[in-house]
């Protein structure tokens, strides 16, 4: 184990120990048929935010060319409610006899209130006595294929002690966006929906109240969607060249390492550069016209951003975890953070999150 | 006084409170002696149900006062049952508002105290939410939730009643008797209440009548001629009801938080009792929770009607609902155990924030699986594919014991794919780690190849020859294999990883005993497994024939016996056309154990060991680069594993002074295989006895 620790930090990679592993298949990929991904096999390409669909990605064709193009200023209208908030992102297993239906969605809503109301007594989660009255409704301007499940949004109102008026405590939202069709078993398909997603903004308490709650009902599980370093790095690598056609100033691109705990005093390095700057990198690696991504050219970006570190400061980038990652798009934390800024992006950030959690979970398959 | 004269005056007195329209209350001679006449008898034998419901209408209607009305609700005492008509009389005076809030709380207390003697429950039943509309007020909500909890019916619990009693609570705090009433709420629909029980507490309604109570008891006691059946079953349903919910309280409340597997609980999946299960229930067709199921004769009884717990993973934690999964398992269910499964075990084993303070949860988690698994007889799929992740990434030392026995239960895959997840990794491992766990890796592989034989491999032809609906609890995805070659291929596989673990370990006597037990699993898969091949070891086997522990080579004399009978029945069975075995290459077969039994054969009885002439054999030098005098070396007496014994039978054999050299015993070979016999080495004597006399006689025929 030691021993190939010492290779592949020395060669390319990160400090773990299963990064490593990963990042020295990826190089070597081409000289030993087997791989070694630790948790799961990731595709050797992917699409570009702001390319569109095209038949040649891993994933079918999905007729989303109109929705992306013409109508997004429409679109982004309606998903601004997404940008500027600070959301957790969960992954779920399929949710068992969830129903979309307008009733159902109210009956829910009073259960999930009583809930609250309940968990309220134990501790005070709303800050007053007043109690969170929730609601579920069905987002439809998140549904950009025929395949995808009615996106649910929740939200929990409560009327804050000094305030007069109600305040949103808690927003949720279960979503999939360009899902395939074939996930699901389909002999179980009519008892099981599945949202590869759900993405909530509230405090620590009230979230955990309505995972609590949805794995009850549902008999699901909810987790935490982690995005290991190889994850971030692909999103950087993607997003960076995102920005390509928008006017406005873009914020730096930003990368978060992790120092190894050895080093003592120092706990990460933030590596920004300017937008402009990275989309030069960009374009010189990757032909704008291409609408998909490799493998090859996220692994040569990464490494070119490192270099030029390494040769301004003397240190190496590469033996550290990438632990955040900010574009002009998005900023992502490794632990499930997200923030999305711009609102044009959104189904495509959603769409790539969507793809990550089925990742997971075609493990089954 | 006869009973005659008793019965007369109890009439009077009843007669007193009901006729008379005004009672002056001081002074009133004629009162205070009615009032004991009625006390006195209802506790010496109780009150007939007629005298009871006259009674009750006088009381309850508080026509006489309060005083009057309360000392009689004292003396209800029934005789034997306590009529329902009364029951609805209390119910609809309180309904009015004639009578005061204190004989209201006292007819509640007295309903409380005779509940368990009220004739007609299912009326009392019906009525009894009425009552509910009181609950705000004060003084009689004790009284209130203690009657409703033991009233309450499944289709009465309802949202909005939660939520009454929700907001009740956050009005006057959190008040006992409430949160028993809620606790009951809790035993049929946890996901409406969704409040914490506290554990503590195990007395929500303290008894304040405890003399009334035991006086009633001791009345009912006497007049026990009265036919006590009906009682009997309610005061065992209340004996029931109390267990489960002492049961509940007493779960893993604090546990649950960082114990992922759920709490096995009532609710159905769905949510509410819709109009058409309240209907149901009133036909008496209501599906049966599960967690009121208290063993397996209940649920044998009626398996059609039970209703699965809202969190099937809660299957982990109850062995019931483990055989009842076993029982009519059906595809959504294992589906939903499975994706509760897949994601929980990810998140346990694969989340790269494992600390070693975790270590006992998801121990505990594992062994469960594992229980559950040894239970249904089958590997879980979603186990695998998790633990092909898991192996990966694996330090060999975290969970050894359960990873390797989820291993041996795994399911049946191509050879590539469980060469890959499982068998590469598990190399890797084998190759760099200490004797020990070399030991564990050969025997949970050698367990896996039984598993293969005995349940997999039948089940897999079971599936795929009478297309049978179901042979397994979890289905797996149909994958066309070749279950006989992964067999041999594994075997193949285990075989040169024992090659291997030899060499490197130099021939450690605990590795050799793990490599032994696997060739004595393969020397009898056609005879005992029905595998139709044979698989003949590498070389390596000569290892063990050369060790100096004298298991190694009687070990291999019972291999390569066990190996011809296998040979044998296998060659037999093919010529009379049984079976069909195209991997058995008769000739080639035959031909290597032959040179393994001629080895056997020349160098423990013939002292030829390495002049025999046979070039193929696993002794054999060029001529001239071994002593002739060396072909004795390995007899049976000389050889370095049997010289004890050989001293052994010397010492008792021959005088003490000169007990000569093992040499010696080359002429009394047969008594000396028949004292190893008598050391408990029987392998070498039948070997001997199988092959050589046999083949001496042949000879000499």
């Known amino acids: 184990m030691a021993s190939r620790r010492n290779s592949a930090s020395s060669s390319r990679g990160m400090s773990t120990p299963q990064t490593s592993c990963l990042l020295k298949s990826r190089l070597s990929q081409r000289f030993t048929p087997r791989r070694f991904t630790p948790y799961w096999r990731t595709p050797q390409s992917r699409r570009v935010a702001t390319a569109v669909q095209s038949t040649k990605g891993r994933r079918k064709a999905v007729p989303t060319k109109s929705k992306n193009g013409s109508d997004s200023s429409a679109d982004s209208a309606d998903l601004k409610g997404f940008i500027d908030k600070t959301w957790r992102v969960y992954k779920l297993s399929p949710l068992y006899k969830f129903s979309t239906a307008p009733k159902d969605l109210k009956r829910y809503g009073q259960l999930l209130s009583s809930c609250v109301e309940a968990a309220n007594q134990k501790i005070t989660i709303v800050e007053s006595n007043a109690s969170g009255k929730a609601f579920f409704c069905v987002q439809k301007e998140l549904q950009n294929s025929k395949d995808d499940p009615a996106a649910i949004q929740i939200l929990i109102k409560g009327r804050k002690a000094t305030a007069n008026t109600d305040s949103i405590l808690l927003t949720a939202t279960l979503c999939g966006v360009e899902m395939e069709d074939n996930l699901l078993n389909p002999e179980v398909k009519e ?86 700057d990275c989309l030069r990198v960009w374009n010189s690696i990757h032909d704008t016209r291409e609408d998909i991504f490799t493998e090859e050219e996220m692994t040569t970006f990464i490494a070119s951003m490192e270099e030029h570190f390494y040769s301004l400061f003397r240190i190496k980038l590469n033996a550290m975890q990438l632990s955040c990652v900010g574009t002009a798009l998005c900023y992502i934390g490794r632990e499930g953070l997200l923030k999305i800024y711009s609102a044009e992006h959104v189904i495509c950030i959603l769409r790539h999150l969507t793809e990550l959690s089925v990742e997971h979970f075609m493990l089954n398959m | 006084m006869s009973s005659a004269v008793e019965d007369k005056n ?51 209607s508080g026509c006489h006062g309060n005083d009057i009305s309360c000392k009689l609700i004292k003396c ?22 004639i009578p005061s809030n204190k004989v209201q709380a006292m007819l509640l207390r007295l309903l409380i105290a005779v509940f368990d003697y009220i004739e007609k429950k299912n009326v009392f039943q019906k ?110 349903l209340s004996e029931k009801l109390r267990a489960t919910e002492s049961s509940i309280m007493h779960g893993p409340a604090k546990r649950r938080k960082v114990d992922p597997i759920p709490v096995i609980h009532c609710s159905s999946s769905k949510l509410t009792v819709k109009l058409s299960s309240r209907l149901a229930a ?59 499964l897949q994601d929980t075990l990810c998140q346990e084993l694969l989340d790269s924030t494992i600390t070693p303070a975790c270590f006992p949860r998801i121990e505990s988690i594992l062994e469960k699986l594992i229980e559950f698994s040894e239970f249904i007889q089958e590997g879980i799929p979603v186990v695998d594919q998790v633990l092909f992740l898991y192996l990966h990434v694996w330090n060999g030392l975290d969970f050894r014991p359960q990873v390797f026995r989820l291993v041996t239960r795994c399911r049946l895959y191509p050879f590539s794919v469980l060469n890959e997840n499982i068998l590469e990794p598990l190399r890797k491992l084998f190759v760099r780690t200490s004797v020990f766990i070399k030991c564990q890796v050969i025997m949970s592989l050698t367990q896996l190849l039984r598993n293969y034989a005995t349940v997999e491999i039948p089940r897999y032809h079971q599936k795929s020859s009478e297309a049978k609906p179901r042979v397994c609890v979890f289905e797996d995805t149909a994958e066309v294999l070749d279950p006989l070659s992964t067999v041999q291929e594994l075997i193949h596989f285990l075989d040169r990883l024992c090659t291997v673990g030899l060499t490197l370990e130099n021939n450690h006597s605990l590795l050799l005993h793990f490599t032994l037990n696997f060739t004595e699993w393969v020397s009898e898969s056609y005879v005992r497994y029905g595998l139709p091949f044979v698989y003949l070891p590498s070389r390596h ?47 080639d077969t035959v031909h290597s154990l032959n040179i393994l039994i001629l080895d056997l054969c020349d160098t423990l009885w013939r002292k030829k060991a390495f002049t025999h002439g046979r070039i193929d054999s696993y002794f054999y030098f060029e001529p001239g680069h071994v002593d002739i005098e060396a072909n004795d070396g390995l007899s049976l007496y000389l050889h370095q594993a049997f010289l004890p014994f050989s001293v052994l039978f010397l010492k008792e054999t021959q005088p003490q002074e000169n007990i000569g050299h093992p040499m010696g015993i080359k002429e009394y070979r047969v008594l000396f295989a028949e004292f190893l016999q008598r050391e408990h080495i029987d392998e070498i004597r039948n070997f001997i006895l199988n092959t050589f006399m046999r083949y001496r006689k042949s000879i000499s025929d």
């Not at chain 1, 955990?208 to 995005?227: A, E, G, M, N």
């Not at chain 2, 409040?195 to 303290?206: A, E, L």
């Not at chain 2, 019972?558 to 000739?587: A, M, W």
């Open chain 2, 76 to 97: 209800l005492i029934p005789a034997s049952v306590f009529p329902v008509r009364a029951v609805e009389l209390a119910i609809s005076y309180m309904c009015t508002s």
């Open chain 2, 127 to 236: 009525l009894g939410y009425l009552l509910f509309y009181f609950i705000e007020n004060t003084m009689l909500t004790p009284y209130i939730c203690h009657l409703l909890s033991l009233l309450t019916r499944r289709e009465d619990v309802r949202l909005f009643r939660v939520r009454r009693l929700l907001e009740l609570q956050t009005k006057l705090g959190s008040q006992p008797y409430i949160i028993g009433l809620l606790s009951t709420y809790k035993l049929y629909f946890p996901n409406l209440v969704s409040i914490v029980i506290p554990s503590t507490r195990k007395q929500f309604f303290p008894t304040r009548d405890r003399q009334w109570c035991s006086l009633i008891r001791e009345v009912q006691d006497q007049n026990q001629a009265a036919d006590t059946a009906h009682m009997k079953s309610s005061l065992e």
């Open chain 2, 282 to 340: 009133m036909l008496e067709e209501r599906p049966i929770p599960f967690v009121q199921i208290p063993d397996i004769g209940t649920l044998l009884r009626n398996p059609v009607n039970v209703e699965l717990p809202s969190q099937i993973g809660a299957a982990l934690r109850s062995p019931l609902f483990q055989c009842f999964m076993s029982y009519c398992a059906d595809l959504p269910m294992t589906c939903r155990f499975s994706y509760w």
């Open chain 2, 541 to 587: 086997i000569t290892k063990a024939f050369l060790s100096d522990n004298a298991l190694g080579p009687a070990r291999l004399c019972g291999v390569t016996q066990s190996y011809k009978r296998n040979c044998q029945l296998l060659r037999e069975d093919i010529s009379s056309n049984k079976i069909e075995s195209p991997h058995f290459n008769q000739k």
């Open chain 2, 10 to 60: 109890i009439k009077d007195a009843i007669e007193y409170f009901v006729k008379e329209e005004k009672i002056k209350k001081k002074g009133n001679v004629q009162l205070s002696l009615a009032l004991k006449t009625i006390d006195d008898v209802s506790r010496i034998k109780g009150l007939s149900a007629e005298d009871i419901i006259s009674l009750i209408g006088v009381a309850a």
């Open chain 1, 191 to 276: 008892h099981f929906t599945y949202y590869p997603i759900l993405l909530v903004k509230s405090t620590v308490a009230l979230t955990d109240v309505l995972i609590t709650w949805l794995q009850r009902h549902f008999d699901c599980k909810i987790s935490p969607l982690i995005f290991p370093p190889v994850h971030l790095a692909w999103m950087i690598a993607m997003w960076s060249g995102g920005l390509a056609n928008s006017k406005r100033k873009n914020k730096p691109v930003e990368l978060v390492y992790q120092v190894p705990s050895e080093c003592e005093g120092i706990k990460k390095i933030t590596y920004s550069i300017e937008a402009d």
